[in-house]
């Protein structure tokens, strides 16, 4: 198998920042691809060995290319995640000013975490187009095709900018999560604060099915840390669900949880478990009585002792 990452580029995203984090990346080549889908479509065709991309941010919530992308086609799985804390520089070419701006440029995601100091220190009339990614962004500057682009101010010198403004972030302490992505296989082993990502379609449309879906986790003690909708694309009000819950599959009351799932639901995609980024702080034990895995397993042995006639 070939030993490369590759991430979303070009060289200078958040994303390599993060991805260098990771131990693993220190022995792997790492090739910047142009997209999220063009990074996956290099691991679903076996080009390279995992994928790293941006998933979900503190302050807008889904990186909806990301999961459209997990939720369709031939199935990938996430082997590890990162939170990287995010601040912007705002990146020019030497000798512009902040009163000669009039376009400006970043990956959509960025705009959210920079809206409010746009309006307070551009010019009102500046003109905002989306890059492929904010280290793009920055080429695009170098280029001579926008004014100034807002990215990490590591990407500066890399691409002959200059950092006319650092520290830029409209939500304090705004996190971007990114996930290492492969073709399936065995998850890693649990660690004991571990997350569990899924998709799921809905067999049909009834009053309180979501409620049902979110029930399975619920009587489990199963706690979740992520619910976004995802439209189908089959027409409005179709929709599906990616959810991040705590706890590896390993775990009985994960397992039993999607087991329910799989009973109910027209399809669930078991999308990974992997280790917490925030391992430190997490909630490691399940808070509802009963739903250890001693108790499951207990339970287990029961109905089968019951079944047998040995109670
Ligand atoms: O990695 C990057 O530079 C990206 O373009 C993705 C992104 C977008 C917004 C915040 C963090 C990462």
Not at 78 to 88: C, G, H, N, Q
Not at 157 to 171: F, N
Not at 217 to 226: E, H, P, Q, S, T
């Amino acid at each position: 198998m070939p030993a490369s990452y590759v991430y979303l580029g070009p060289e200078g995203t958040f994303t390599e920042v993060a991805l260098r984090t990771l131990p693993e990346s220190a022995t792997r080549e790492l090739v910047p691809m142009v997209s999220v889908p063009a990074a996956l479509d290099a691991v679903r065709n076996g080009e390279a060995e995992a994928a790293f991309v941006p998933i979900e941010n503190s302050v807008e919530g889904g990186i909806t290319t990301t999961l459209d992308e997990l939720v369709a086609g031939a199935p990938l799985m996430i082997y590890r995640e990162v939170l990287l804390s995010i601040t912007f520089a705002l990146l020019v070419r030497p000798g512009t000013q902040l009163s000669d701006i009039k376009t400006v440029t970043a990956h959509p995601a960025a705009q959210p975490q920079v809206r409010n100091w746009m309006k307070a220190n551009l010019p009102p009339d500046v003109v905002w187009e989306s890059a492929a990614s904010n280290a793009d962004g920055a080429r695009l500057v170098q280029e001579g095709r926008y004014d100034a682009a807002f990215a990490g101010e590591f990407a500066a010198s890399r691409y002959g900018l200059e950092p006319l403004e650092t520290e830029i972030h409209d939500a304090e302490n705004a996190q971007t999560r990114f996930v290492l992505v492969g073709r399936p296989a065995r998850p890693a082993a649990p660690t004991g604060s571990d997350k569990t990502s899924v998709v799921i379609w809905q067999r049909d449309d009834h009053p309180g099915g979501l409620r049902d879906l979110l029930g399975e986790f619920a009587v489990r003690g199963v706690n979740l840390m992520l619910l976004q909708s995802r439209p189908t694309g089959e027409g409005i009000g179709n929709y599906c669900f990616a959810i991040d819950a705590e706890g590896h599959i390993s775990d009985r009351r994960v397992a039993e949880a999607l087991m329910g799932l799989k009973r109910i639901c027209l399809q669930v995609r078991f999308l990974g478990s992997y280790p917490r980024a925030d391992a430190t702080t997490a909630k490691v034990r399940p808070t509802l009585p009963g739903t250890s895995d001693t108790e499951f397993v207990a339970a287990a042995d029961w109905v089968a002792r019951c079944q047998d006639g040995r109670f």
